[in-house]
């Protein structure tokens, strides 16, 4: 089975997130749209695993269920060209970054490996982007709703190709405490 680890986004948020997608629909001459369900902020790739070291995941994930859940809000909308998407990115977040390498080191103390180069946290929106507008102007017709939200459940997804398209199916989630 082929699992990742990511915040789940508030349903609100999704809805944002949609709405700017359906506006950068209008100026797309190509592009594979991610769904409103699949939205998420993955904090660690994992890949295939067998089934049953899912509780090795399940205790790094306990092991970080004390922490406390970021606040996000989307700062922009940009493209990463080496990956050929169009994606949400969030400003600098401390609680972000301490619970990915928290996680990312209780991760490998059960045995995976982790990718140890710069987080960069987004949400893909676009896969195989293409624009009748340079992207700069594009953008100039998509409304950023940058208001902040919390993300305190993080979840263990396995990613289910089907004749649909991929879906993410959540196997276990922790919540995080939140800040008053």
């Known amino acids: ?8 986004l ?5 809805d ?9 629909k209008t100026h ?3 592009g594979r749209f991610v769904p409103k369900a699949n939205y998420h902020v993955t904090l660690h790739f994992i890949g ?7 509780l090795y995941v399940q205790s ?11 606040r996000l809000a989307v700062s922009q909308f940009t493209v990463l060209r080496a990956s050929n998407i169009v994606c949400a990115k969030f400003g600098k977040n401390e609680n972000l970054a301490k619970l990915h390498e928290a996680l990312g080191n209780k ?11 710069a987080y960069r946290p987004h949400v893909t929106i676009i896969r195989e982007y293409g624009f009748e507008l340079p992207f700069s102007e594009v953008t100039k017709f998509v409304d950023v709703y940058n208001k902040p939200f919390d993300a305190p459940e993080v979840v263990l997804y396995e990613s289910v190709s089907g004749k649909d ?5 959540p196997l276990y989630a922790v919540t995080l405490e939140t800040e008053e």
């Open 107 to 117: 991760l490998e103390q059960t045995g995976f490996a982790v990718e140890h180069r």
């Open 60 to 70: 790094a994930l306990d092991g970080v269920r004390e922490m406390i859940a970021p």
């Open 48 to 54: 295939n695993i067998d089934e049953n070291r899912l």
């Open 28 to 30: 797309a001459t190509k």
């Open 16 to 24: 944002n997130l949609e709405r700017s997608a359906n506006q950068f």
């Open 165 to 169: 398209g991929v879906t993410y199916r």
């Open 10 to 14: 508030p349903e609100r948020t999704k």
């Open 1 to 8: 089975m082929r699992v990742f680890i990511a915040l789940n």
